[in-house]
């Protein structure tokens, strides 16, 4: 495993124009951005419609008019920064222990690139299709999906648990644009790999 602070590194060693490698068209990251945040909104209330639907009302938010104090709001507000934080690690680290290796090889690559507001769990090297999209879907599946099946199966719902499970659905949002590219424009037979943020795939006896 490696760190990295910025955007992804590509590996020079890899050349695509070998080969018969083919790039995926992608969209660039602000079109990515614009992409995401519609995804993300549908996301959020779908979620949001599931978990309501639980119909636990001890879970039922009521503020009262002292409830609103500046020490309560900075304590919210710390939860809520400390939340975003810890799914976003958790988010991170389940992409990661989805990787070949389970993110010890030294091709799993995690790393921030502030300028961009991106967090990411990087493979470097050679993967089956149906793996990368087990890879990306995965953080969605135990982060978000599966929270919302605990509620469904024991008709409670934690508040806190809640919360972390639509913030990391929206950041899943991009997550499954990623699965939707793939699925539209890399057969099912193919291999993939990354040269930086560019994804390139060929038949897998190629």
Partial sequence: MRFCLGRVPANSGFDPLRDGWQRVREPGLLAFYAAGIPMAAVVCAALSIAIASVGDRSAT???????????????????????????????????????????????????????????????????????????????????????????????????WVAFLALLNGIGSAFDLIVIAICLRQIPGNAVLRNKGWETYWRARDA
């Fill in 61 to 159: 938010i009521v503020i009262k008019p002292g409830d609103v104090t500046p020490p309560r709001m900075l304590f919210g507000l710390s939860v809520a920064v400390g939340t975003f934080f810890l799914v976003l690690a958790i988010h991170e680290a389940v992409h990661l222990i989805a990787h070949p290796g389970n993110g010890w090889s030294n091709d799993s690559v995690v790393g921030v690139w502030p300028a961009r507001g991106v967090a990411y769990a990087h493979y470097d090297g050679e993967i089956s299709r149906n793996r990368f999209i087990v890879m990306a879907a995965l953080p969605f599946v135990v982060l978000s999906l599966g929270p919302v099946a605990l509620f469904w199966a024991t008709g409670r719902v934690n508040l």
